[in-house]
């Protein structure tokens, strides 16, 4: 190649990094300007169905409930990512019921959405493909699944687990031998650059094995440490690289200020129904355990938004910041494809995605009624940001007012970012989790932390 050829590549090649570069700063930007008006990225949850075909007795739409099942038209969808995408929305999940009664539909429905710009789109299931691993055609059928998944712009895929046992997961769901079949199915997820998340809906079985009493509230904090260590450790021996934790689903008389839920992921079933102080003990318990595990399996649950809570529920603090629900976050239901502020709002529907159901940037959010981790968890996250951003002064004031938070938000910023913001399409990098190895950790009896919370106990 000649000198001038060599030059011709150079400038090419230079031409194309620039490019690049314009467009992942272009991205960048994408990405915090809602936060430099007051808002926040922008996300949409979208209950495709409720039908169902497990028998999880945490969830209203389970197989035995006899009701009238619903689906939303794949066009009528196609019509709302249409919409989300010219109002800002940055991330659509797809839910069910279980979407994946309908794979091809939500594949491709996941496909549109990346096509219309929508950066990050999620879905999940509650693991029924994966039964049946022992049959010589199970490799073929999961490696087709990945391969599918795999072509499309999916970001995050969660598949859901109960407990630390298997056999009590297994007779939760009525999904026999599906922990076996998950386990089988990883690698080959993985094999094809999609890394799923276990996903947690804490309740009394968490840990395999039945939680005391509260009037111990020592002995029922180290049961509920115990259970999560036990399902920490059985996620990463399963072969996951990314975990995460729903908040216990149960609503206390007189403390919701009326929550109506419109979305059917919730149930009186006493497995996780748990009173104010057991609350308490539940969020202590995560909140210790967490740090122990940060850097062996990327973990979504922040640690400052569980510090909040703990504030709240023991010292009567109002220190969550609210819910950015039917602002920035939305849902929608399957059964009339309407849009409320959440799934558990449901006496205020919105109407129709496309109509007019954003509201004012600038109108304060407040919402505090629930301690559900869907939408609170990123409102927390991106609380500070948007308050820096729109009310410096107040973000400031915070800082002052509580250096232990804002030490705690700076870490899940960090731990957030070495966990590659927790992309389900790329392996963990262990040499930066390693930063957070034994972070902030507590003792075994839970006495020590670097963030001093009162406790019942």
């Not at 919402?367 to 609170?376: A, G, H, P, T």
Request: with cysteine; net charge positive.
């Amino acid at each position: 190649m000649s000198f001038t050829e060599q030059g011709e590549k150079y400038k090419g090649e230079r031409a194309i990094s620039d490019i690049r570069g314009r467009l992942k700063s272009l991205k960048t930007f994408q990405a915090i300007f809602p936060l430099l008006v007051g808002r926040m990225p922008g996300q949409l949850v979208i209950q495709y169905t409720d039908r169902c075909n497990a028998r999880c007795p945490q969830c209203g739409m389970r197989i035995t409930e006899s009701f009238r099942r619903s689906r939303l038209d794949s066009d009528v969808v196609k019509r709302i990512i249409d919409s989300a995408r010219k109002k800002g929305m940055q991330a659509v999940s797809f839910t069910g019921g279980e979407p994946f009664l309908y794979f091809y539909e939500i594949v491709e429905l996941i496909q549109y959405a990346g096509d219309a710009g929508i950066r990050y789109t999620r879905t999940g299931t509650n693991g029924f493909l994966f039964m049946n691993s022992h049959k010589p055609d199970y490799e073929a059928k999961i490696t087709r699944i990945a391969e599918i998944l795999a072509a499309t712009g999916l970001y995050n895929f969660w598949i859901s687990m109960d407990s630390a046992d298997a056999a009590v997961h297994e007779e939760m769901r009525g999904l026999p031998g599906v922990v076996a079949g998950i386990k089988k199915a990883l690698p080959i997820f993985h094999k094809h650059g999609i890394y799923p998340s276990a996903n947690l809906g804490i309740n009394r079985n968490t840990g395999g094995f039945p939680l005391p009493d509260v009037s111990n509230s020592l002995r029922f904090y180290k049961s509920m440490r115990e259970a999560f260590r036990k399902f920490y450790m059985t996620t990463i021996d399963l072969g996951f690289t990314m975990v995460n934790a729903c908040y216990p689903m149960s609503l206390e008389p007189g403390s919701t200020d009326g929550l109506h839920a419109v979305y059917g992921a919730s149930s009186e079933a006493p497995l996780i129904q748990f009173s104010p102080d057991e609350k308490s003990l539940v969020f202590k318990a995560l909140f210790d355990t967490i740090p122990e595990f940060r850097s062996k399996i990327r973990i979504f649950s922040p640690r400052s938004s569980l510090y909040s809570l703990l504030r709240q529920y023991t010292v009567g603090e109002e220190y969550c910041y609210p819910c950015r629900g039917g602002i920035d976050f939305f849902f929608v239901d399957a059964k009339g494809g309407n849009t409320y502020p959440c799934g558990y709002r449901g006496d205020e529907n919105l109407g129709k995605f496309w109509g007019p159901v954003l509201r004012n940037g600038n109108e304060g959010a407040s919402c505090k009624k629930c301690d559900w981790e869907c939408f609170r968890d990123p409102s927390e996250l991106f609380g500070p940001l948007q308050s820096l951003f729109s009310r410096p002064v107040a973000f400031f004031e915070r800082v002052l007012k509580d250096r232990a938070y804002i030490g705690l938000w700076l870490e899940d910023l960090r731990y957030s970012s070495a966990c590659g913001f927790f992309n389900g399409r790329s392996a963990p990098d262990y040499k930066a989790l390693s930063a957070f190895r034994q972070s902030g950790t507590v003792e075994e009896d839970g006495h020590r932390n670097e963030a001093s919370i009162p406790c019942a106990y």
